[in-house]
């Protein structure tokens, strides 16, 4: 399963109108801890295939989406199942520390 791109456009139908399990990263590309989340998104979107949507939203060119979520650092992780928020996480984590937050939640 692919990793989705969120942005401003299609953020209220990909992910708050998704009546299941949605893993939001919010990122820019000037920040080195979202970088080291990216192949972490690769990994969850295929190990939890067919239970969760995993997605990535930049920061940056989506102001409406970042704000309307209140993002205050990055990276963040918000997990939404039917377009409510469950769970969040702010700041890099480590592989195991990703599968313990989802395997909580899910």
């Known amino acids: 399963m692919a990793v989705a791109e969120f ?3 299609n953020f209220q139908a990909a ?3 998704d ?3 949605v893993l939001v990263d919010v990122w820019a590309s000037w920040c080195g801890p979202c970088r080291l989340m990216a192949p972490l998104m690769d990994w969850a979107a295929s190990t939890y295939a067919g239970r969760l949507s995993v997605g990535k939203l930049e920061s940056d060119p989506n102001p409406l ?3 309307g979520q209140n993002v205050k650092g990055l ?3 918000i997990l939404f199942r ?4 469950v769970a969040r996480h702010e700041g890099a984590m480590a592989k195991p520390q990703l599968q313990a937050f989802l395997d909580a939640h899910l």
């Not at 039917?82 to 928020?85: A, L, V, Y």
Request: proline share 11%; charged share 25%.
């Open 65 to 67: 989406s970042r704000d």
């Open 75 to 77: 990276p963040t992780l």
């Open 19 to 21: 009546p299941g399990a």
């Open 15 to 17: 992910v708050l109108d």
């Open 82 to 85: 039917g377009g409510s928020e």
């Open 7 to 9: 942005n401003d456009a």
